[in-house]
Every structure is written in C-alpha cells, then in structure tokens.
C-alpha cells in the first residue's frame, strides 16, 4: 500500500468511491461481535467443553480476521493451539507468531489468564460498552465527524471494531477501520467513558487522510509544514470541543475540553505563534529545510514536557502544541469564515496562513 509521510502522521491512501449524498441518521458502524462467542469459549474452557472448532469458528470471523492481518499472524493454527492450552500452558511453551512479534502472546498472556478466570468481568465491560453504542451515541459521532469535513469525503466504509484483542495494542487504525481492545481498559486504565470521544476523533483522521491524500504530493515544504496542524487540531476541534485562545468550542451544550494540558498549552500560544511565522520565514528563505522542520516538530511542537521537565522525566502534558495550535489556526478559520473556507485553506494551506494573521491581529 503506498503511503504519504507528513512530518508526524502517516496519510493511508485508501480506494473506495466516493458517495457525497449523505443521511443526517447514518451512523459510524461499530462492531463488537465476537466478544460474547470468545467470552462462551472462555466459559466452555473453564468446564471442559471448549472445542478446537469453536475457536477456529471464532478466529475466521471478520473481526478477528482484521486482526490477523494487521498483526501479520499467517498462522492460525499456532493461535489455536495457544487458546486451547491457555490455562496449562507454561509461559516458556508459548508459541513465536513471526520474527517482528516474537513475543506477541507471551506478552498478552496474563490478561487472557485474567480473563479465563474472571470473563464476568468482561462481561460487565461489554454491556457498558453497549450502553454506551446506541445507535443515537453512533449517530451522534457519525454528525461529529461529519461536519469537520469536506461533503465529498466518504465515512461509509469505515468502522469501529472492539475484540478481545490477541495482540498487544489497546488501539489502533489499520486498512480503513479503527480498533479497541475490550482487554486494554484494564491494561491501560483508560476510561471506558471517554471511548466515545476516541472513537470520533481517530475516525476524523482517517477521514482526514482520505482528503489530503489528494493532494498533498503537491504541496511545498512550507504548505506541508502549515497542513500538519490541520490533524490533531481539528480532530479536537470538531470531536473533542476543545476550547482554544482563538478557537471556541464547537458544542455549547456540553462542557468545552480544557483542563490543565489544555490550558497550559493556551498559555504558550503567542510563543509558539511567534515560532510559527519564524519557521515559515525561514523555510521561504531556504535556512530551513525538512530534516530541520521534522526535529523542530519532535522536539517542540509534539513535546508533552512543561518547561520545568527535564526530558527524562514522565511528561506531565497529554497533548503536545500541534493539537492546540492547530485547533486556533484552522479552528478559528472555521469559526470566522466558515467550513467551505477551512476546507479551502487545507487545500491551500499558505491562505490559511494568511487568513489566521488576520484572526490574531484583530484581536491585539
């Protein structure tokens, strides 16, 4: 699969048709099937009455065939073996999947462990889940995602997809489709209440990507340099209601995203602005070229340390500048202009550019 590489993100050119005629009931297709059969397995291997082609059944199953391939498993017979010994197997005996993820499983083998001795647990995670998966809730982040978006852009292919992941990763986008570990909760203390909210926003950027892959080969260095605050800001523009110095939050009814990142980060915006315009002066003039843009986006804008960190200790930040510079740059666009604007200035990001100057002298 060919691939587009921004300064921090990695545009997935993908090829489905584009259906600009949308419904405001369509909804994000979120799926979480196989999460009751794999708990019935984990049941039946607790009583003896699991069977090796319960869980063959299980594994060919479109949900954990997605897996399959994003881990790159060619073997499913080695998986199998794996779950039909999980509770006897010794950790030593664990089979090697490939090379790349030699110690896939062994890792995950403690929360399986877990599971099989505790798979009400999940239980209760998977209703809570569903609780949260109306068809309204889906609606609601189909309509978040939407409306941050150009109208030719085409959400109807792309899903949502919770398992009980054999792999490591609590979250991740591959081939057109986001993924949730019901396991990772635990393995992450992450809130199961905030998974809508991650959803919208992973689902905006591989919509994102779909846009920019358009035309981003096009682009110089100092419109890819602008573009790249396009992706997190507006992700969090339009599904996290960030609010910003210049940029307000989206949705009035609910609570508008702040909190001590956010803050912070609003405090340095003249700062950073004044990094901003100094690094677009420099590229036009030649005294900065991509390798130097690339280590300033590592080592400044995607720095989650506060000042008073040293850069060996556990960031206090959770969010970086290019998520809240981003959202007052395009963001404000928005609110000021309009979406038809916004999405002109991603085409041509030197216009937005020119249009955020305007936004912050007006208010000086």
């Not at 590592?298 to 960190?309: I, V």
Request: charged share 25%.
């Amino acid at each position: 699969m060919k691939q587009v590489i921004l300064f921090t993100t990695v545009v997935f050119l993908f090829t489905q048709g584009v259906n600009a005629q949308k419904k405001q009931t369509e909804k994000i297709d979120f799926q979480m099937s196989t999460i009751p059969q794999m708990l019935n397995f984990l049941h039946d291997l607790r009583s003896g009455q699991a069977d090796r082609i319960q869980i063959s059944e299980i594994f060919n199953l479109p949900d954990y065939d997605f897996e399959f391939r994003r881990y790159g498993i060619p073997d499913k017979e080695l998986v199998i073996d794996y779950f039909m010994q999980l509770s006897t197997i010794d950790e030593s005996e664990i089979p090697t999947l490939n090379p790349e993820r030699e110690f896939m499983l062994r890792n995950n083998h403690k929360h399986w462990l877990n599971a099989y001795e505790n798979p009400e647990h999940y239980k209760e995670l998977y209703d809570r889940m569903k609780f949260l998966f109306t068809d309204e809730a889906l609606e609601n982040i189909y309509m978040q995602v939407r409306r941050g978006l150009p109208a030719n852009i085409d959400l109807s292919d792309i899903q949502a997809i919770s398992t009980m992941s054999i792999g490591t990763s609590f979250g991740y986008v591959f081939d057109g489709a986001i993924h949730f570990d019901l396991m990772g909760f635990d393995k992450y203390d992450t809130d199961l209440e905030a998974l809508p909210s991650i959803i919208a926003h992973e689902i905006h950027h591989i919509a994102m990507y779909r846009f920019i892959e358009t035309f981003v080969e096009s682009l110089t260095l100092a419109e890819r340099f602008i573009l790249e605050f396009s992706i997190e800001g507006l992700a969090i523009k339009f599904t996290n209601n960030a609010e910003g110095v210049f940029s307000k939050a989206i949705d009035s009814a609910r609570p508008a995203w702040k909190g001590f990142t956010m803050n912070y980060l609003n405090e340095r915006f003249y700062d950073a602005y004044d990094v901003f315009e100094s690094t677009l002066e420099k590229i036009c003039s030649g005294e900065m070229n991509e390798a130097d843009v690339a280590k300033q986006f590592q080592d400044y804008w995607m720095n989650m340390h506060t000042e008073e960190q040293s850069p060996d200790e556990q960031p206090l930040l959770t969010q970086s500048l290019v998520y809240s510079f981003g959202n007052d740059l395009f963001g404000a666009i928005y609110d000021v202009y309009g979406a038809e604007t916004l999405f002109d200035c991603i085409r041509h990001p030197l216009k937005a550019a020119d249009f955020f100057r305007q936004i912050v002298a007006s208010k000086k």
